[in-house]
């Protein structure tokens, strides 16, 4: 779970690789589906994570995930417009997890 605008979001990871994004509604007291972050990026790991508005609109609408590509030479991101992962500089584009590494203990480090 993250935080974002005062609200909680979650984050699920179907094991056919698809992911959700939810956040409750007071109102009907249950959890809805988030299909556009707007002008937000997520970035996502075990260590931590956290939403970020981005001024470059190409690069929002993102999940970055401790996910690499190529022997470790590129960061994968899940775009959720097109339900899709992808990794800057290489013409990569996959639904599944196939030729993905999971780096399990990963930090994404926040500059300041």
């Given at each position: 779970m993250v935080e974002?605008?005062?609200e909680l979001i979650a984050i699920f990871l179907s094991s056919n690789g698809r992911i959700?994004?939810?956040k409750p509604d007071a109102f009907k007291k249950n959890w809805v589906n988030v299909e556009d972050l707007g002008?937000?990026?997520i970035y996502l790991s075990n260590g931590g994570s956290w939403v970020e508005k981005?001024?470059?609109s190409c690069?929002?609408?993102r999940i970055y995930l401790p996910l690499l590509y190529d022997n470790?030479?590129?960061v994968i991101f899940y775009d959720l417009k097109t339900q899709r992962y992808h990794c800057n500089?290489?013409?990569?584009?996959s639904t599944s997890f196939y030729h993905i590494k999971q780096i399990f203990?990963?930090?994404?480090?926040?500059p300041t």
């Open positions: 974002s605008d005062g959700y994004v939810l002008d937000k990026v981005r001024r470059v690069n929002n609408n470790n030479k590129a500089g290489y013409d990569f584009s203990h990963s930090v994404w480090i926040k």
